[in-house]
């Protein structure tokens, strides 16, 4: 019996823009700069991003970008 691989977490655009930008070792001040965000909404979309990848920091979540392709 095989178990079925668990549903794509689903990351809406701006969540992915701002996973890129961290994967690619950007902090969260740059990425706000960068995207024209306050500090507070990038963190808070951080946050999501960790509790929808099911990732406890950035590295889990770089690693997963990278296997998901988007960086």
Known sequence: ???PN???PKLTERE???L???SK?????EV???LGMCLGTVNDHLKSIYRK???HSKVEAAVWAVKAGLV
């Open 6 to 8: 668990p549903p794509e």
């Open 16 to 18: 992915k823009d701002i």
């Open 53 to 55: 990848l099911d990732v």
């Open 1 to 3: 019996m095989t178990i």
């Open 20 to 22: 890129v930008l961290s």
């Open 32 to 34: 706000a700069q960068r």
């Open 25 to 29: 070792g950007c902090y969260a001040p």
